[in-house]
């Protein structure tokens, strides 16, 4: 699957989001599909650490 220019800017959002996840918080997803980048990116994020 190609990534589209609005792909890469929803991932760039998500990143940029996850930031600010600390170990323990409780996360809030809305059912944009931004969601499922920041999904994505927080199971990158516990998978790591």
Do not use: N, P, Y
């Not at 940029?16 to 990116?41: H, N, R, W, Y």
Request: zero cysteines.
């Amino acid at each position: 699957m190609e990534t589209t220019h609005q792909d890469a800017e929803k991932l760039a959002a998500a990143k940029a989001a996850v930031k600010f996840v600390k170990d323990g918080d409780i996360v809030g997803l809305g059912t944009g599909s931004t969601a499922t980048f920041a999904i994505q990116e927080l199971g990158i994020m516990v998978k790591t650490d």
